[in-house]
């Protein structure tokens, strides 16, 4: 069993009934607080409500991946439109437990983990000592972002 963490997001249709949806369907053990929060990378859309998950999970990563996607489109996600724009439910991989990931189609940690306070303060709120790999823990994480201008 690998303990991963999963970034949540959805900013279509009931958000938190999705979210808590999500949760469940991927075996949560434990699931952040919601938060809502503004878009990134394309703003032209609603608010997003965004939430982290750890999983202990018997699959590799990439069925793991794999499992993540067939959970999105379960929930109604159609992958149309903008990059970064509106969809029922976001899936990420965000940490699989100590590993670093870079295959075509899935990099781990998440590479952009690190910019995305969306991600970070429910990741933080979880576990924030743990260790990114390469890059510190999420709660120093977290405080980097938020110090920047």
């Given at each position: ?23 469940e ?27 982290a998950?750890?999983?202990d ?7 793991l ?32 437990g ?17 910019e ?9 709120e ?24």
């Open positions: 069993m690998t303990l991963a963490y999963v970034g949540l997001g959805s900013n279509l249709g009931d958000r938190e009934a999705l979210i808590r949806s999500a949760a369907l991927i075996g949560a053990r434990r699931l952040s607080s919601l938060h809502e929060t503004d878009p990134w990378g394309y703003e032209d859309q609603p608010r997003f409500v965004n939430a998950a750890e999983v999970t018997p699959l590799p990563p990439r069925n991946l794999v499992h993540l996607l067939d959970v999105e489109r379960r929930l109604g996600r159609e992958r149309i439109g903008p990059r970064w724009g509106p969809r029922t439910i976001d899936l990420d991989l965000l940490l699989y100590e590993e670093t990931i870079d295959e075509a189609g899935l990099v781990v940690p998440h590479p952009r983990l690190t995305r306070e969306f991600a970070l303060r429910p990741l933080s979880l576990v924030p000592s743990l260790k990114i790999p390469g890059n510190g823990t999420v709660q120093e994480a977290l405080a980097g972002l938020q110090s920047q201008p």
